[in-house]
Each structure stands twice: as structure tokens, then as C-alpha cells.
DNA sequence: CAGGATTCGTTGGTCGCGCCAACGGTTCGG
DNA sequence: CCGAACCGTTGGCGCGACCAACGAATCCTG
């Protein structure tokens, strides 16, 4: 790495990737040892921030495909973190719950977030951690959606 | 995404992330249109910055795993943008040497990098730019490289 | 109110990427 | 000279992001 090509160093696009990588692989080792995949947070704070969902706002609201949220789910409900049952006023829908369980999981996921972050953004003064998120909600929000 | 919960939007590990994804996608899919991956890129770049290099050497500078080099030098090789001969100075060693075509390859790929940078960072004025790329810049050096 | 279009959950599959284990062949160090 | 270290290669695993297709349910519109 400290042998990369300047021409790689000097790219934007490069480096969200590298910086992409070191956030993935700290929070992928983290989840990891608690048992869990990046996914699950995802869907656990979708679930959490918009109360009860179909599995097709979940997809929508979070990015993840429709048919990698059926797994998902299927891993969630097993561990009891989540509750899958049709919606009674759709039948075409699966109204995924929250469990006391779950949100507690949730806590958990989020407390290990907290903790890689502060290891990713380590080198970074408070302020400038303030800018860079910044930057990036305005990049992320650019390109929707 | 609109729609993604608050939590998640004002976390720097996940906007790192889906600042991720979205540069990901855009190189994905230009380099898809030219028939290349973005491996073909860093280990072009890698050679042409380094010159003449032993895998090995490709694989510790690029960060890609020595089985997975592997695999792109030989869809370079067969591309006739590199060749791979035996190191003379050390049985153990291949030597990767760019051709011509493949520096023209490389020079081609640069472009289109530079197409999916300008899209990427569209939102951002020039100063932001290079302030989003010191930032990630820092935080890429010191997990190392 | 009937029939086509749309939505939803689900299954099954593809591809890229990152990683790890193991092997035989080569070179280096003691 | 022999073991340690290095190198290329094969094969495999798991996650992440996709896409196609299907039956079931609901909707829209004529």
C-alpha cells in the first residue's frame, strides 16, 4: 500500500474505495464477532426508524435487494430478533416487526458502529471529522436519492 | 435512500460506505463497457509506475491477494497487454512487462477514471474536492499503507 | 365488475472482490 | 548441505450487489 502508485493515491474515486475498504473491513470484523453482517444493521435501523415494514420498504429504504432482504430476515426472524407476518391489510405484504429482542441487538450494532468509526476516523481532528461527513452526505445525496 | 433512517445517514462509517457504493457502481460499469475490471486498472498502473515486476511485488503494492493476480495477469496476458516471462535473475520469479498496446490500455482506462471522478464529485466545488480528497487521503495513509 | 397491469415475497443464479490453505519449485541463510 | 523463506498456482469460501422469473395478491381502468 505505502508502494501504490502515486497516480492511484492522487484519485478520488481511489481512495473512497480504499478508505471504503478499511471502513468495510473494520466493521465487517467487528460484526463478525458478534455474530452479525453489515445487513443486519441496516435493516434492524430501518426497521427501528420506521416501525413496522414490508419486506419491499425495507429493500427500497435501505438499498439492499429485494431478494437479499429475504435472507436477511430469515437470519433476523431465527435469532428472534424480528418478527415476519403477513399484513393484514395486504395480503401481498410481510409486515417484519421488531422484537424487545432485537432492539436490543440493535443497541448492540450500533454501540460496535460507534466504535469502528472512531478507529476509521482516528487520524482526524473533531472538526475535520464534521467536514468530512459532510462532504460525503452531499456526494451520497448528489447521486440519490 | 431518501428514506434511509437518520441513524444511519449521519454515521461516517455508513456514508463512507454508500459514498462507496456509488463510486464503485459508476467504475463498475464504465470499465464493464471497455471489457475491463478495476484490477486490470491498479495492476496496469501498478506495473507501468513500478516498470518490470514480479507478482509478488504487484500483489503487496496493489493490496490484491497473490492467488487473485494470478487471475489478472492472465486475462491481461491474453489481452496482449502484458507479458509474463520468467525472471532470469531469480528462478521463482515471473517478470510483468507492459506492451504497447497495453500502455495504450492503461492510458485508456486513466480516461475513463477521470470521466467517472468528474461525475462522482459533480456536487462539489473544485476547493471541496480537494479537501474530501486530503481527508480520505489521511485516513487511507494511517490504516496503512 | 372483469381483466390486465403492478406489487410483493421468494427461489435460484451470476459476477466481482477479498481472503485463506495448500502444493511443488526455487532460492537464501546458517 | 538442509531447513527456512519466497514465489506462482490451484481451489475453495463467504459476502455483497445484482438480475430473471414465478405464483399470489392487489390495483387500476375500461
Redesign the interface.
Known sequence: ????????????????????????R??VDEFARSGARRYHY?IL??I???GPSSQATLS????IDRSDVVAVINELADAGYVERAPDPADGRRNLITLTDTGTRRLGHL?AL?SE??DV?????EPA??E???R???????????
Open positions: 500500500m505505502s508502494t501504490a502508485p502515486d497516480r492511484l493515491r492522487t484519485k478520488a474515486s481511489w481512495l473512497v474505495n480504499q478508505a471504503a475498504t478499511v471502513a468495510h473494520l466493521a441496516g435501523a430501518a427501528d426508524e420506521n427500497r429504504c435501505t438499498g450500533e458502529v469502528t468509526q476509521f476516523l482516528a487520524p482526524l475535520e471529522r467536514q468530512l461527513t462532504l460525503l452526505a452531499r456526494v451520497v445525496e448528489h447521486h440519490h436519492g
